[in-house]
T-cell receptor, first 117, second 110 residues
Framework: GAGVSQSPSNKVTEKGKDVELRCDPI?????LYWYRQSLGQGLEFLIY????????KSGLPSDRFSAERTGGSVSTLTIQRTQQEDSAVYLC???????????????FGPGTRLLVL | KNEVEQSPQNLTAQEGEFITINCSYS?????LHWLQQHPGGGIVSLFM???GKKKHGRLIATINIQEKHSSLHITASHPRDSAVYIC????????????FGTGTLLAVQP
C-alpha cells in the first residue's frame, strides 16, 4: 500500500512569504506528526494529531507556525512570514494511533525541503 | 546536556564488522525508537522497544530501563548499512513528544 506522502518535495521561497506543506498519511492511521530537521541538527518535534483530540502544539517554534488536519486525514503545515531560519526539511509521519501514538512504529514521509532566501 | 545522547557521533567500519551504537537518556520513558536515515533524507523506523531485546535480520536492539541505556547492534555489516542512526525516546507522562538524539553517522567501507 501507499506510504506517507508529502508535497511539495522541494520549496524555495522568499523571506516574508507564506508557505503551505502537505502531508498525506497512511490510510487508516489516526496519529500524525510533524517534525523539522534543520541543517546539521537533529530532528525536532513540531506538532502531533491524534484522532479528534486537540493537537499537541507544544513543539511549534513560534506563532508563525500552524497546522491543521482536515477530516482526520490530510494535514497542512503553514508557515507565515517565513524567515531564513525556517529553512529545513519538514518531515511528516503517521502511526496507527491505537497505542497512544508515540508507543507505536511511526512511518515517515520523504520530507519537504524548504529553502527561504 | 541533551536528554538523549548517542555515541559515537561518527563511526567508520569495514564490511563484515560487528557494530554497536549506544544511546543514553536522562528522562523516564515509555518507549524508545531506533530510526535509520539514508543520504537523501528518507527515515525508516527500525525498532520500537520498551524492554528487553528485539531482533530483525542483522539488526539487534536492546534496552536497559534501569540504566537508561539502549544499544543498536549490526552484525556482518555491509556498505548498504551506511546511514545515520537516530535514537528517540517517548517521555513518560502527559507529553506526546519524541526527544531525539543527534544521530550516529555510520560509514561501512567495502
Amino acid at each position: 500500500g501507499a506510504g506517507v506522502s508529502q508535497s511539495p518535495s522541494n520549496k524555495v521561497t522568499e523571506k516574508g512569504k507564506d508557505v503551505e506543506l502537505r502531508c498525506d498519511p497512511i490510510s487508516g492511521h489516526t496519529a500524525l506528526y510533524w517534525y523539522r530537521q534543520s541543517l546539521g541538527q537533529g530532528l525536532e518535534f513540531l506538532i502531533y494529531f491524534q484522532g479528534n483530540s486537540a493537537p499537541d502544539k507544544s513543539g511549534l517554534p513560534s506563532d508563525r507556525f500552524s497546522a491543521e488536519r482536515t477530516g482526520g486525514s490530510v494535514s497542512t503545515l503553514t508557515i507565515q512570514r517565513t524567515q531564513q531560519e525556517d529553512s529545513a526539511v519538514y518531515l511528516c509521519a503517521s502511526s496507527l494511533g491505537v497505542m497512544g501514538g508515540y508507543q507505536e512504529t511511526q512511518y515517515f514521509g520523504p520530507g519537504t525541503r524548504l529553502l527561504v532566501l | 546536556k541533551n536528554e538523549v545522547e548517542q555515541s559515537p557521533q561518527n563511526l567508520t567500519a569495514q564490511e563484515g564488522e560487528f557494530i554497536t551504537i549506544n544511546c543514553s537518556y536522562s528522562v523516564g520513558i515509555s518507549a524508545l525508537h531506533w530510526l535509520q536515515q539514508h543520504p537523501g533524507g528518507g527515515i525508516v523506523s527500525l525498532f520500537m522497544l520498551s524492554s528487553g531485546k528485539k531482533k530483525h535480520g542483522r539488526l539487534i536492539a536492546t534496552i536497559n530501563i534501569q540504566e537508561k541505556h539502549s544499544s543498536l547492534h549490526i552484525t556482518a555489516s555491509h556498505p548498504r548499512d551506511s546511514a545515520v542512526y537516530i535514537c528517540a525516546v517517548c517521555q513518560d507522562g502527559a507529553t506526546n513528544k519524541l526527544i531525539f538524539g543527534t544521530g550516529t553517522l555510520l560509514a561501512v567501507q567495502p
